[in-house]
C-alpha cells in the first residue's frame, strides 16, 4: 500500500466548500487546512458533508486535530469509510 493515497475530486470539492482562504480549485495533500481558514464550526459543517456524500460516519476517535491537520491526513482517515467510485480512482 503506498504512503498516500490519491484524494479523488469529490472529496477535494467538498473540502474547498470549507476553505475560505484556498485560493486554488485544487489543494495539496499536505497544505494546512487551519491555515486555508478551517475552523471549529467549519469541521463540524464538514464533516456532516463528508457523511452525508459518501454515506458514513466519521467515528469520535477520528475527531482529532490531526486528522483534520491537512488535506492527506483527512482523506486517509474518510477514505477507510468510503468505497471509491470508477470516476475516483
Known amino acids: ?10 472529496f ?6 470549507h476553505l475560505p ?15 486555508l481558514g478551517l475552523d471549529s464550526m467549519g469541521v ?7 457523511e452525508e ?3 458514513f460516519e466519521l467515528p469520535d476517535e477520528l ?5 483534520f491537520a491537512t488535506a492527506g491526513s483527512l482523506w486517509a482517515a ?3 469509510f468510503v468505497v471509491p467510485e470508477p470516476a475516483d480512482v
Open 78 to 80: 474518510v477514505a477507510e
Open 1 to 10: 500500500m503506498p504512503d498516500t493515497l490519491p484524494i479523488p475530486p469529490r
Open 53 to 55: 456524500t459518501f454515506g
Open 21 to 35: 482562504y484556498a485560493l486554488e480549485e485544487r489543494i495539496a495533500e499536505d497544505d494546512d487546512l487551519a491555515a
Open 44 to 50: 463540524v459543517q464538514l464533516v456532516t458533508d463528508l
Open 12 to 17: 477535494l470539492g467538498i473540502l474547498l466548500a
Open 63 to 67: 475527531l482529532t486535530e490531526d486528522t
